[in-house]
């Protein structure tokens, strides 16, 4: 399956999924797929969760709890899980409030491998 095709299934998957996209911790997008953009700018939610990706990275390595693997946070409006791919990659999984935030976390590990694989 494609890149693009992986990031259709899982955001596709997960009812209230509204977009999925591919980073570099630099905040450069290497793709993504919008299914309902809404009132949220993905470009950037994107960016800032670059930014706090590296932070997140610096506290573990001082607690020194082993690698981190994803972070997850609800507000208002929306859930965004973030799941590291590589030192240098990651995807965020954009879905509404309400959606089920298991089947998020379950696909984004399930394909994190497949997405890996054909990114490293």
Do not use: H
Not at 26 to 33: E, L, R, Y
Not at 83 to 105: N, P, Y
């Amino acid at each position: 399956m494609s890149l693009k095709g992986t990031l259709t299934e899982i955001v596709e998957n997960v009812a209230g999924g509204r977009a999925v996209v591919i980073m570099a911790s630099d905040g450069i997008p290497i793709d993504q797929v919008v299914v309902d953009e809404g009132s949220f700018d993905l470009q950037l939610l994107s960016v800032e969760y670059a930014t706090l990706l590296g932070d997140i990275r610096r506290a573990v390595e001082l607690l020194k709890v082993g690698e981190m693997e994803e972070v997850s946070t609800t507000s208002g409006d929306m859930c965004v899980v973030l799941r590291v791919l590589s030192q240098e990659l990651f995807v965020i999984l954009v879905m509404d409030r309400d959606a089920s935030l298991g089947k998020g976390r379950y696909l984004l590990r399930l394909k994190s491998y497949e997405l890996a694989r054909m990114l490293l």
